[in-house]
């Protein structure tokens, strides 16, 4: 029999390998790179900036102007500089009146500046040395606004009540600067009366308050204040 199916088939040769079996399960396909996304940064730059754009506008409008220049600025230049005038008589010491009252006369310019007397109107009421004298303080604070273009000595006289307040002032300009007389309400508490320099007389009392020269027109000094 085994002869038989010989013949018929031939001999059966050896399987020179074995095929593999294929899986059931399908080979996992390769995931596909994830895209990228695309900023739309161009557009939203032209977004904020279209956003930025009112804010700006509104900033502009809102920024602070700078402010106007003083009118007493804008007079021709003056050859005598306050600033030197102000440190010559603070830093002083010794002989006064030869080296700061001369001093002064030597810088004073006619041309662009001015010198006033001024006489508080309602001495009577002043019956209370420290109440006088906060008075005057009170005035020179005042009139820090006008620091700049100005010089001041203050003279509260007397040794008993009622004490006199009288003044000398240089003002930048041959007037009062009008922004003083409009911001200062105590410059319509005094009476006053602009210096003749080529009056003697008037000349020397202007020495003698530069100097808090005592005694000042027959009476003591009770105080003595300085604006610079």
């Known amino acids: 029999m085994v002869t038989f199916f010989r013949k018929i ?33 161009p557009k939203k730059k032209a977004k904020k900036e ?28 003056s050859k005598m500089i306050l600033d030197e005038w102000k440190r010559l008589y603070s830093n002083t010491e010794t002989n006064f009146g030869e080296v700061a009252v001369k001093g002064f006369w030597d810088m004073y310019d006619p041309e662009g500046h001015s010198l006033w007397f001024c006489d508080y109107k309602y001495n009577d009421v002043n ?23 100005v010089f001041g000595k203050m003279l509260v006289i007397g040794s008993d009540p009622p004490f006199k307040v009288k003044g000398l002032w240089l003002f930048r300009r041959q007037e009062i600067p009008w922004f003083i007389i409009d911001e200062c309400y105590d410059m319509e ?6 210096v003749d320099i080529t009056d003697e007389d008037q000349k020397e009392r202007v020495n003698q308050m530069i100097e808090d020269h005592e005694p000042f027109e027959g009476q003591a000094l009770l105080d003595a204040k300085c604006f610079k």
């Open 9 to 41: 088939l031939g001999e059966v040769k050896q399987a020179e390998s074995v095929l593999a079996v294929q899986s059931a399960k399908k080979p996992s396909q390769p995931k596909e790179p994830a895209k990228r996304k695309i900023k739309d940064e």
């Open 50 to 77: 279209v956003e930025k754009e009112p804010a700006e506008a509104a900033e502009e409008e809102e920024a602070p102007k700078p402010k106007a220049k003083n009118p007493l600025d804008r007079l021709p230049p």
């Open 127 to 149: 019956t209370v040395s420290f109440v006088t004298l906060n008075k005057v303080g009170g005035f020179l604070q005042r009139m820090d606004l006008a620091r700049k273009y």
């Open 189 to 194: 508490l005094y009476d006053w009366c602009k």
